[in-house]
């Protein structure tokens, strides 16, 4: 009897050291959560570990710990927590939509499209697995599917910014720019610090020949995103079809000082300088682009700086 008594004691004792266990191991899972949402990623990464340990069935310590590892550029460790993650429970949604994104900025995109399905499998109105599946689908050119999934995200989610930047993007590659616009205008509403947003609306802007909002826009995601080679090179473009190419030569100047490697912007910058007569400086600069691996500056080389 004494014996039955000890065992259930025991029994009891082991319990209240696991909720105890599970407490703290709780507190450090919030603590992580905390620290990374103030962008302390490795306090957050030694926090989620200690919660792991205290408790190895943790599931959530691993999704939250593997999204710091991919913000840290730590692909493999992501992807190992968030395996273990599923092992402990086949049927967490939330770490098969984290492995999916993953896995597709890996190139595995058939995976990736594997663990989106499984994500909506159990959480159908997961808006953000559907909006990624689309990214996948635009990515694989299921551009039918891309879209599909878009209009869906933003069924479920009707102020989703990124949903809306991304179909506009989408609509943009379709060459429906109206579409695009309106798209990219509402991506802004909701997101007005969105400087991609303003960049891409202003690029739809310039193929439609409305120069002066595109140069407005190229303005405005230089202000809120001041180091973008890209914007400066796409900025430089509407300047010279607005006929300000001596303004244009500066916005190619600035982007290849930002990105020392950018061919396309050199050879923008060379045919510049060949407009304004500068042909020496012109075919450096066009020399560069093709030394930089861009075709069409190897093949107009040959024709304008023999």
Do not use: W
């Not at 065992?7 to 905390?34: D, K, P, S, T």
């Not at 205008?185 to 909002?213: H, M, N, T, W």
């Not at 190229?218 to 080679?229: C, V, W, Y």
Request: glycine share 6%.
């Amino acid at each position: 009897m004494h014996k039955i008594h000890l065992v259930i004691a025991l029994i009891v004792v082991f319990a209240q050291v696991q909720r105890a266990f599970a407490q703290n191991a709780e507190a450090y899972h919030q603590a992580g959560a905390a620290k990374a949402s103030m962008g302390d990623r490795e306090g957050a990464l030694a926090d989620f570990g200690t919660a792991i340990e205290m408790n190895s069935e943790f599931k959530e310590a691993y999704v939250d710990r593997a999204v710091v590892r991919q913000q840290l550029r730590d692909a493999e460790g992501a992807l190992a927590d968030l395996n273990q993650a599923i092992s402990i429970d086949s049927t967490f949604g939330i770490a098969y939509a984290n492995r999916g994104v993953i896995l597709e900025k890996t190139g595995d995109h058939q995976a990736a499209l594997n663990d989106l399905n499984r994500a909506l499998q159990l959480n159908p109105a997961d808006a953000t697995a559907v909006l990624n599946r689309g990214l996948v689908r635009s990515r694989t050119q299921d551009l039918k599917g891309a879209m599909e999934d878009y209009d869906f995200a933003l069924r479920l989610s009707p102020d989703y910014a990124r949903g809306y930047y991304l179909r506009g993007l989408l609509k943009a590659n379709n060459n429906d720019l109206d579409g695009a616009i309106a798209d990219l205008s509402a991506a802004i509403s909701f997101e007005p610090k969105s400087a991609l947003a303003y960049c891409d609306r202003a690029v739809a802007y310039e193929q439609k020949g409305e120069l002066e909002k595109a140069i407005s826009d190229f303005d405005m995601s230089l202000k809120l995103e001041p180091s973008n080679p890209r914007t400066f090179r796409n900025r430089g473009i509407a300047l010279e079809k607005a006929g300000r190419v001596k303004d244009a030569i500066e916005d190619y100047s600035k982007a290849i000082s930002l990105d020392a490697n950018y061919a396309t912007a050199y050879f923008d910058k060379g045919v510049a300088l060949y407009r304004e007569k500068d042909h020496e400086a012109a075919c450096e600069n066009i020399k560069k682009a093709a030394e930089l691996g861009y075709e069409q500056a190897k093949l107009l080389l040959d024709g304008l700086c023999k």
